[in-house]
């Protein structure tokens, strides 16, 4: 797409923000324009920001409730610190309790880690945050909103390697978690759910995420590579 032409884009989608009712991001062409924009660097210098805008915008139409960026990030960290004590509280007690408090940890844990994997590794790379939030009631668990300025003037390869940081976190902790089961002589029903659970998410991973989610993400951005 020309400089022009992308223009056009931007311009149609801010009108659709504009009216009342849902936007069609396929016909006012918004992200056609970000494609084109990943693809030449003086596109990103001169519509990196007003896409940063209207992404914002957008995210704010769709997400089911936001919390500020400051406050998620201290109640992600906080669930992360209380799984990993449930964890540790488990060495202290005898079977079957061990093995229901390893379980309590790993529900917990879970819950903030993809969001904070994607945090670390964007952080990394520059890209900067906005908001946790949660997207829709099927997908309750939460996650970090990037300022998409910030995201644009990255690297493609870094930007595939944060979205793929997410899914790597919570598929290594269950298996991770296999050590501290050995470590507190968990019973075989506590390891086994583990490995349940830890197979599980990969396999939703191959079947799912690389359709639908990170996995396909990290596959676009590797692309524009």
Known sequence: MTHDEVQSALDATERALDAE?????RSTGFWRAVG???????????FADRVGRLDRALFERWALFTIPFGLGTTLAVAGTVVGLVVIAAAYYVDDPWNGLLLLA????V?????GLGHLVAGARSGM???HWF???MRRP???VKIDYATYLRTPAMARAWMHASGALVTKAIPFVLLGAAWGMEAPGWAWAVLLVVGIGQVATDVLWSTKSSDWK???RERRYA
């Open 217 to 219: 993400k990290f596959a």
């Open 21 to 25: 009712g849902p936007v069609d991001l």
């Open 110 to 114: 879970l819950v903030p880690t993809h």
């Open 105 to 108: 940890g790993l529900g917990i």
């Open 134 to 136: 949660v997207g829709t």
């Open 128 to 130: 900067r945050f906005t």
């Open 36 to 46: 084109a924009i990943k693809r030449d660097s003086d596109h990103v210098e001169a």
């Open 141 to 143: 668990q939460p996650g």
